[in-house]
């Protein structure tokens, strides 16, 4: 499959490029600074998604996009997630690119139950709203989507045994390594069973 991603440099879009190339896909990286990435055998546009049409450019021949887009202003309130989400969704929608894998975080569909999971939904508020926002736009484009819910991220070793659930939270622990994460973005990919789900993670 004939991939983009956005957000190739974080913590999981390095790992999904990584998996990405080894399982076979032709991956491109749509990046603003191309030195960051550290996989080999990836076609690389340099690029701002703020701007929108050198991501509607970007998107152009491609079969899926995925976004690991993440907010780079912390807890506090911020539309960069929107804006960017709103600048893709609209390139696949002239590009007629419906495939879209999307790493959002646990508690954007405020399934994350107990006083616990209310507290960190609270504390995560400005970027889950971010999220969703933009979630909202990619679902009134009529995307075929796949939305990661991971619980804390981590940099730990890759496990392939992490746990997984449709609309809530699976039970486990409170963590999941990044590459766990990727591991499953790049499995979506290709599974009909998880098209137009939200899925949480933990490990």
Known sequence: MKIIV?????????????MAVAAGHSVTAFVRTPEKLKTTGVDIIQGDAFNAQQVADAIVGHEAVVSCLGSSTGMKKSNELETMGKNIADGMEKAGVKRLVYCASAGVDGEIPGIMGKMMMKMLANPLADHRAALNYYKSKGV???????????DEPLKTDYKEAFDTVPKGSSTIPRASVAHFMVKALDDTKYENTSVGLCS
Do not use: S
């Open 144 to 154: 075929v989507y796949t939305i990661a819910r991971p619980m804390g991220l981590k």
């Open 6 to 18: 956005f957000g190739a440099t974080g913590g999981v879009g390095q790992h999904f490029v990584e």
